[in-house]
């Protein structure tokens, strides 16, 4: 399945602001419904921008890959934060 990166999406610093939501909402257009994201990119930022971008009213139809922490890498701490990152989605 082909799908969307989030890395240095979500950063405050980066002043993205919604320009970082163009090109997730054109391949959600185009019938792209991976989404690969990470607890660590923007610290959260990326997960958090998914509640307010494109994908938010397509989530039942999205595949949502996140990754963890090393800090995070113990089967508490894995359940732990992949319970936040789907109250952020």
């Known amino acids: 399945m ?6 240095r999406m979500g950063e405050r610093k980066s002043g993205q602001g919604g320009r970082a939501a163009r ?12 989404i690969d994201t990470a607890e660590m990119y923007g610290e959260g930022g990326a997960e ?4 307010r971008r494109p994908w938010a009213r397509l989530r039942d139809e999205i595949y949502l890959v996140s990754k963890v922490y090393p800090h995070n890498a113990s089967r508490k701490g894995t359940i732990a934060a ?3 990152s789907l109250e952020a989605a």
């Open 23 to 34: 090109p997730c909402k054109l391949g959600l257009e185009l019938g792209i419904r991976l």
């Open 48 to 51: 958090e921008m998914r509640r």
């Open 82 to 84: 992949c319970e936040r």
């Open 2 to 7: 082909l799908g969307l990166g989030t890395w």
